[in-house]
């Protein structure tokens, strides 16, 4: 019933009276964990675009407040996330966990920053300074290093998030955006850029293999160049190259290991 009184208040505002306390009860619900705005069924991830535009009118609803924690003022729409002792997530100052996002019990995050909607999974890492965009889903055991950005994406509603799925390693700075979907046990060395149109080239074989928004399992990826040719000349642009696989291992932490040393990959 929620989703449809939703959809129907996205469409048409006038509805939105009638559907305020579907939007509220919708946020809470995300923001304990009971829904998110993509899970994996079989094979593949869902949008659930309801959920998403119940996060904007969210926006529409909610009014701006003073909110004061210790010597810091803000001032916003959006409150910060409460109970973290009792959900068993350890946030350390001066990181920023956003109300409607949702944390796993066992996630760690240093000075980073969780923005609404977003889910981080149980025994991952948010380093310092790395950023998890609005809806960003980060599946567990990842390791999000400092100053990764993964980008946030709310419109349109019915795009897909950021996807970092288990058992990934996004290295130091590195930033993954417009949906890219980055499947688990990956690994990211330092500053891999990712849209939506970067070329994602495999490198290990005889002859490249390209692909775009999509970093299959395991993949080791560093970052890299093509050639283009423009008016001026020819130039090199940016794209990821994939020149390894990660071993499938028992202990991942070992794996992950052999990976970094055996290619030489920056983190």
């Given at each position: 019933m929620n989703a449809e009184l939703i959809s129907a208040a996205f469409a048409d505002r006038l509805l939105l009276p009638q559907a305020r306390e579907a939007i509220l009860e919708t946020l809470e619900a995300l923001d304990q964990g009971r829904i998110r705005v993509a899970e994996k069924v079989g094979e593949d991830w869902v949008v659930h675009t309801w959920i998403k535009q119940a996060i904007l009118l969210?926006?529409?609803?909610?009014?701006?407040?003073?909110?004061?924690?210790?010597p810091f003022e803000f001032h916003d729409k959006i409150p910060l996330k409460k109970g973290l002792a009792e959900a068993g997530v350890r946030v350390v100052p001066p990181g920023?966990?956003?109300?409607?996002?949702?944390l796993e019990p066992g996630a760690i995050l240093m000075p980073g920053y969780v923005n609404i909607g977003a889910r981080v999974g149980q025994g991952t890492m948010v380093d310092t300074w790395a950023t998890v965009g609005s809806c960003a889903q980060v599946g567990r055991h990842v390791h999000l290093s400092g100053g990764v950005g993964l980008g946030g994406v709310l419109e349109p509603a019915s795009a897909r998030p950021v996807i970092v799925e288990d058992g990934a390693f996004i290295g130091s700075r590195c930033i993954v955006v417009e949906g890219v979907h980055v499947e688990?046990?990956?690994?990211?060395?330092?500053?891999?850029?990712?849209?939506?149109?970067?070329?994602?080239?495999?490198?290990?074989?005889?002859?490249?293999v390209i692909r775009k928004g999509r970093v299959l399992a395991r993949s080791v990826v560093i970052p890299g160049t093509l050639p283009k040719r423009f008016p001026a000349g020819e130039f090199g642009v940016p794209c990821a190259l994939v020149i390894g696989q990660r071993k499938a291992s028992t202990d991942l932490k070992t794996s992950l290991n052999e990976v970094l040393r055996e290619f030489a990959v920056p983190v």
């Open positions: 969210y926006f529409t609803i909610a009014r701006m407040e003073v909110l004061e924690v210790g920023v966990a956003r109300y409607g996002s949702f688990e046990e990956a690994v990211l060395g330092a500053n891999v850029v990712l849209t939506a149109s970067t070329p994602i080239v495999d490198v290990t074989g005889t002859e490249p």
